[in-house]
């Protein structure tokens, strides 16, 4: 939505929930709008465009609705095995003259192959910009020699019982998927 009504929706959703769930909880809430303007807001949208308020909470709705997906498949892929937290980089050549699809099917092709479950994304470095992948794959182990076009690095990751552990690495891992410089990405996983 080219006007950004979606991003006030999405502050107006935010506040509605801070203020009906979170309260209840006892929690602090953190909210960029007072419940107050929210609906006055919500009263204006529905009142003078209805139809594009309604498709920004259809976007809204679908992007929470991804972020939970994505949740969940990497909180059963951390708890019924070991995983691999890897990291792709490409070299200087092959940056130069591939185009991003082609990096992305590299990507893919490479964690096809273990014929496991996995779940991956782009992203872009914080200093330069870089373009490079995060994925979780849950194998025992892979080879780091067979990505030709870069980099390959990875960290295990241990099935555990340790729940807190579990939703910091599922919350690191989302964090990396959702964050804005990947926005309009498309993740990469198997089905």
């Not at 096809?112 to 910009?129: E, L, Q, R, T, W």
């Not at 919350?171 to 410089?181: G, P, Q, R, V």
């Amino acid at each position: 939505m080219h006007n950004g009504l979606h991003i006030l929706q999405k502050q107006v959703s935010k506040s509605f929930y801070a203020d009906s769930v979170l309260r209840s909880y006892g929690e602090v809430i953190h909210s960029t709008l007072p419940i107050e303007k929210a609906f006055e807001l919500q009263e204006y949208y529905m009142t003078t465009n209805p139809t594009e308020w309604n498709e920004a909470r259809k976007i809204n709705f679908a992007y929470y609705s991804r972020v939970k997906r994505l949740k969940k498949k990497i909180a059963k892929m951390l708890e019924s095995g070991n995983c691999i937290f890897l990291t792709f980089t490409f070299t200087d050549k092959v940056l130069e003259t591939t185009n991003a699809d082609t990096r992305r099917q590299k990507v893919r092709r490479y964690l096809s192959s273990y014929n496991c479950d996995y779940v991956a994304n782009i992203d872009f470095g914080a200093k330069n910009g870089r373009e490079h992948y995060h994925a979780l794959i849950q194998c025992d182990k892979v080879d780091y020699n067979a990505f030709d076009y870069g980099a390959l690095n990875g960290e295990k990751v241990r099935s555990t019982n340790d729940f807190v552990k579990l939703a910091k690495y599922i919350s690191k891992l989302t964090n990396h998927a959702i964050k804005d410089t990947c926005k309009g990405s498309r993740m990469i996983y198997n089905r």
